[in-house]
Every structure is written in C-alpha cells, then in structure tokens.
C-alpha cells in the first residue's frame, strides 16, 4: 500500500531553515510528483510546490519563492521539504502528497514545525 | 491564482440526514483537454486530508457511495446522501488547472 512517512516536529528560531523529509514506499517513486501543502494551526491549506521525481522538474508557489527549495532522493524514495529564513508565521503543519495526474491522492501523517524565539 | 470560495463555512446534520456544500471556482477549471480539475478532501480531526472526488465525479478508492460530486465550469457540489458520524470533519475543495488552490474549508459536525 501507498505510505509515505515524513519526519518529526521541529522547533526553529526565526531567521533559521528547515528541512522535513517525506520517504515513500509501496509504489514506483519516479512515475509521481510529490507536493509540499502547509497548514497553520487553525487555518486552511496552503499548497507551497510541487517536486517532479522523474526529473527534478519544480514548481513553486510565489509567495515562496526565493525561500523554498524542494528535491528528490530516488535511491532512497524520499522526498526533502527545506524552508530558509523562517519566519513566525512560517509556523504551520507540514505535509507531503503524491501527485497523481494533478490530484494529491495520498498523503504523508504531517510535520510540524514551530518558529519561535 | 484562481480563488475558491465554499458555502457554508459550517454544517450541523442529523445523522442519516443528507448533506450539501458549494464550491465556486473565480475561472473555469474545464481543461482543453476535456478534463475538469476539481477535488474534493475530506480532513478528520487530527489527521492528514483524505481525496473523497476527483475530477468533480469521480469517488477515490475506498469511498463510500454516499459521497457524490456534480458541477462544471466553474460551481460545484459535494453531497452526503446520509451523514453518518465518521463524517465529522473540514471538507476542502481544491483545483488544479493552475497551481493548486483550496477552498477555505466547510466544517461538518453532528447534532
């Protein structure tokens, strides 16, 4: 079965970068996409990008750019989330999802990380 | 970015009882390649979401029956033909004929 398993919370001073890993298994890693989707506490989703692991092809959300980078390790099947210059509002929980024909049809447990002084 | 907008922002249903909520789209989501880019998730509390529809009518595996989308263009609908308490949770719509956007969420809860 499709699983994809990201790592634990993090706790960040503002100015610094995280990076959240999303490792899949049970499907063939290279024929997707994996996309990044963030939730502040509370609020709705924001969708942040889009990594092809065919190629390495991105996409990122404009508000974003500048500060997210997102890439693949297809010997390993993981995907990798990294976020520079955090900032408090930055605070949210982090998930991964296969892209599957434009539709996030599975979804990793979620990574949440906290930006605070 | 195109926005979506959703109605209501908040659903309280008897169980058994059928359910509805809107989602507009402010630019078509019909794709010249005849495909509609609407989805439909469903986030449980304390969970990751979950894809009910995709492409505006088609359940996800493992969906019950009483899931249903319909629309086009640009105004859509989800229904729950009988609630049931497994149900509870924020229902988002979200597109993809540009870079994904989500609706703000509608809150479903039991009477």
């Known amino acids: 079965q499709v699983q994809l398993v990201q790592s634990g919370a993090e706790v960040k001073k503002p100015g610094a970068s995280v990076k959240v890993s999303c490792k899949a298994s049970?499907?063939?890693?290279?024929?997707?996409?994996i996309s990044w989707v963030r939730q502040a506490p509370g609020q709705g989703l924001e969708w942040m990008g889009w990594i092809s692991a065919y190629n390495g092809n991105t996409n990122y959300a404009q508000k974003l750019q500048g500060r997210l980078t997102m890439t693949t390790d297809t010997s390993t099947s993981t995907a990798y989330m990294e976020l520079r210059s955090l900032r408090s509002d930055d605070t949210a929980v982090y998930y991964c999802a296969r892209v599957q024909q434009r539709r996030l049809d599975f979804w990793g447990q979620g990574t949440l990380v906290t930006v605070s002084s | 970015d195109i926005v979506m907008t959703q109605t209501p922002l908040s659903l309280s249903v008897t169980p058994g009882q059928p359910a509805s909520i809107s989602c507009k789209s402010s630019?078509?989501?019909?794709?010249?390649?005849?495909?509609?880019?609407l989805y439909w998730y469903l986030q449980k509390p304390g969970q990751p979401p979950q894809l009910l529809i995709y492409e505006v009518s088609n359940r996800f595996s493992g969906v019950p029956d009483r899931f249903s989308g319909s629309g086009s263009g640009t105004d859509f609908t989800l229904k729950i033909s009988r609630v049931e308490a497994e149900d509870v949770g924020v229902y988002y719509c979200m597109q993809s004929i540009q870079l994904p956007t989500f609706g703000g969420g509608t809150k479903v809860e039991i009477k």
């Open positions: 630019q078509s989501l019909l794709h010249s390649d005849g495909k509609t880019y």
């Open positions: 049970g499907y063939s890693f290279r024929n997707y996409g």
